[in-house]
């Protein structure tokens, strides 16, 4: 299932509201004018958030992320047992338009997402691939906990 697995934006936006002064304002001004949009990009960074998929067997988690106009050279990938970070230059500026009735144009340049996995997994044999625009990140999954022997 395509859909947003990243939380941590949401969380903000939420522990925002409860606060004073202009951030709380501000916060609460692109609650009403973007809407759901958050989802699909960060003014502040002027980056889109790439549409991601997570599945999860008993041996591997796979990421996979829609990164069109994107050159394999230009993708910078990190992860955790926990998370993982997509960071990818586009070849060509992508405008749109963003807003409620006040709208306006904004220019995108890279494509950045982070993740939580929705289990630990081995972050160093992480394999990844990139084709035709897609980027498939393979985990393997960490194991629960090691065998200790009485001796």
């Known amino acids: 299932m395509w859909g ?6 949401e969380t ?3 522990e925002n509201v409860g606060m004073s002064g202009p951030g709380a304002l501000r916060s609460l001004i692109e609650d009403a004018l973007f809407g ?3 989802l699909l990009f960060d003014l502040k960074s002027r980056s889109l958030r790439p549409l991601c998929r997570v599945e999860a067997t008993e041996e591997a988690v796979t990421v ?3 990164l069109p106009y994107v ?3 230009g ?3 990190t992860s955790t047992e926990n998370t993982l970070n997509v960071e990818a230059k586009m070849r060509k500026v992508i405008t749109l338009r963003v807003g409620g009735s006040v709208q306006k144009h904004v220019q995108f340049e890279r494509y950045t997402r982070r993740i939580r996995l929705p289990t ?10 990139f084709r035709n625009g ?3 990140v393979k985990f393997p999954i960490a194991k629960r906990g090691n065998r200790v022997r009485i001796g």
């Open 134 to 136: 897609l980027l498939r």
């Open 4 to 9: 947003d697995v990243d939380n941590e934006e």
């Open 75 to 77: 993708i910078s990938l």
């Open 12 to 14: 903000e936006s939420v």
């Open 120 to 129: 630990r997994v081995e972050p160093e044999r992480a394999k990844a691939t």
């Open 64 to 66: 996979t992320f829609d």
């Open 71 to 73: 050159e394999k050279n």
């Open 36 to 38: 759901e949009e958050r």
